[in-house]
């Protein structure tokens, strides 16, 4: 910073360089938190967090109080958990691969509480009802809708011409999403569908989504 100060009479110019220093209880709080910091620094770090607690949150259920039905279980890992991993690999590599910006600390960082609320009011319902109810559906819902707008909007801000393989990430978790809502609604009305059928429901956007990051990782 260019400061003026007089000296017999003359006005001269010097230059200073400003030193922001800390404050002591910024450092402090930097310091304490070293595991939240190394996390915080990538979506895929926070997420795949966000991933491994709420599957040691299903673990603990099924050792504590295994539900009578395993259809909400199938369901919440499925739909809820496991997508939880792959969306921090895609929200970390998908703006490299097109050129974009990244989204900011506050997006992943709400989607990180978003995600283990979700897993929280799971629990809670089936643990006092049996059932994962209305709420669930509906947060659920949020968390699908708000990382399908955020990579929709990663491949519509690019310059580069050739998104089909990111539009095939995107067209595997759309494909999730709805597979997901068709079988909550029907677990909320009380049919029954077969395990087998979960199972091919999950590895019918799985896999594909699996081979699109592969191929875009192997191809940047």
């Not at 999950?202 to 699109?212: D, H």
Request: glycine letters at 8%.
């Amino acid at each position: 910073m260019d400061v003026m100060v007089t000296e017999a009479g003359q006005w001269r110019y010097c230059s200073i360089m400003c030193i922001t220093i800390p404050s002591s209880a910024n450092v402090a709080r930097s310091r304490s938190l070293p595991l939240w910091n190394w996390l915080a620094e990538s979506p895929l770090r926070l997420l795949s967090a966000a991933g491994l607690l709420s599957l040691l949150f299903a673990l603990v259920q099924w050792r504590f109080y295994p539900p009578a039905s395993l259809q909400w279980p199938l369901l919440n890992l499925l739909f809820a958990i496991t997508p939880t991993l792959f969306l921090g690999f895609s929200l970390s590599y998908m703006p490299i691969w097109l050129k974009v910006t990244p989204l900011s600390y506050v997006g992943y960082g709400l989607l990180f509480v978003l995600i283990l609320i979700v897993q929280l009011v799971f629990h809670l319902s089936m643990f006092f009802g049996e059932t994962a109810g209305l709420l669930y559906m509906i947060l659920l819902g949020i968390g699908w809708l708000v990382s399908l707008k955020i990579l929709r909007g990663f491949i519509q801000r690019s310059f580069q011409r050739r998104h089909f393989l990111q539009w095939g990430i995107f067209a595997a978790l759309l494909w999730g999403c709805l597979l997901g809502a068709l079988f909550a609604l029907t677990a909320l009305f009380g049919v029954q569908l077969s395990q087998s059928l979960y199972w091919l429901g999950g590895l019918s956007y799985l896999l594909p989504l699996t081979a699109f990051l592969i191929i875009s990782s192997v191809s940047y």
